[in-house]
């Protein structure tokens, strides 16, 4: 499976969700919520950064389920899913990751017919601390 590539802006993301933390970044100076990390706010050019934590709830935006031929590490596990994920507690953040039955589960494990456009959706992370969702329980 591939694994994520990190670079100096977006590796504290990375090193939070191995923690099973799921942060974004935000400028230091005006507060301002963005994804993906980058050097500089787009709002006020500051160049000053944390990384705050967020509840991790949110709804489905958009998703796909590609099917074969793919690398042959995922057509093993097709169809699967890829779901965007638009933050609750940060609307205009969305995330992509894979809608699973429960915290590790395959990227094959949720049909995809149980996917729904606006679902609701919470954060849990693989074994290898990859951001996953699971639907939220009414």
């Known amino acids: 499976m591939l694994s994520p590539v990190t670079d100096p802006d977006g590796a504290p ?7 099973g933390e799921l942060r974004v970044q935000a400028c ?5 919520l963005r994804f993906p990390p980058r050097p500089c706010c787009p709002h006020c050019q500051s160049f000053t950064c944390e990384w ?14 590609p099917h074969p031929p793919l690398l042959p590490d995922y057509a093993e596990q097709a169809p ?8 609750a507690d940060a609307p205009r953040i969305r995330l992509v990751g894979n ?6 589960a395959p990227l094959d494990s949720l049909p995809p017919d ?3 456009i ?3 959706v919470q954060a849990v992370f693989s074994r290898a601390g990859l951001p996953q969702w699971v639907l939220e329980r009414p």
């Open 13 to 19: 993301f990375w090193q939070y969700a191995a923690q």
């Open 28 to 32: 230091a100076d005006c507060g301002e």
């Open 52 to 65: 705050r934590q967020v509840g991790g709830h949110g709804r489905i935006w958009s998703y796909v389920v």
């Open 80 to 87: 699967y899913n890829v779901v965007v994920v638009e933050l």
């Open 99 to 104: 809608l699973v039955t429960e915290p590790g």
């Open 114 to 116: 149980r996917i729904r």
């Open 118 to 120: 606006g679902a609701k």
